[in-house]
């Protein structure tokens, strides 16, 4: 990691999202997943907000809200699991939580979610090919991962890489809008 940046950040401390249910939810993380309560909190109007502990000292928060919005498939989250049809969303929102795991661990903990009856993907072998996965996992697999759903259709994801990454893996120029290239000097890799 670059000691040389702006902000001196050290992860992701937590994200927040938002729940139908809040003991539905602590019964999946907690009960399901293994994810101990590390903070609850009910607010003044009577809402809560809840953090679990998902390892390395980050978080993953929970608000369950008196008041909310329906959630939308296809905008606020994905319509589908990747791989089983179109997973986009909004701008704005927030696609998946990808949660890392050891890499000689993935099989096991897909079949883990299988006995526990969650709806898993396949084991998706990220690579640089034109289709950037992979049904089996070769030398140029850089990241292999599992996807599934939470209870209020949070898609997450359990994630491994496979080899360090360097300068070669982010060449790319980022587009605008309008999908148009917009060159950027000095693209360079956050993870080395």
């Not at 608000?63 to 997973?87: M, T």
């Amino acid at each position: 990691m670059s000691e040389a940046r702006e902000f001196k950040t050290a992860g992701v401390h937590h994200l927040a999202l938002v729940c139908e249910d809040m003991a539905r939810t602590v019964a999946f993380y907690r009960d399901l997943l293994g994810f101990p309560l590390a903070k609850t909190i009910t607010l003044p109007d009577g809402s809560q907000h809840f953090f679990f502990d998902i390892g390395s000292g980050d978080t993953l928060a929970f608000f369950w809200f008196k008041k909310k919005q329906d959630a939308i498939a296809g905008v606020s989250s994905p319509r589908h699991l990747p791989g089983e049809g179109n997973f986009t969303t909004a701008a704005g929102s927030m696609n998946h939580v990808a949660l890392t795991v050891p890499a000689d661990k993935i099989e096991e903990y897909r079949e883990r979610l299988v006995a526990k009856g969650i709806a898993v993907t396949p084991i998706m072998n990220h690579d640089d090919s034109p289709a950037q996965m992979s049904r089996v996992n070769h030398p140029g697999v850089w990241l292999r991962s599992v996807y599934f759903w939470d209870p209020d259709g949070v898609l997450l994801e359990f994630a491994a890489w496979t080899r360090a990454l360097g300068p070669a893996d982010a060449t790319e120029q980022p587009v605008d809008a309008s999908g148009a290239p917009v060159e950027l000097p000095g693209v360079q890799p956050t993870l080395a």
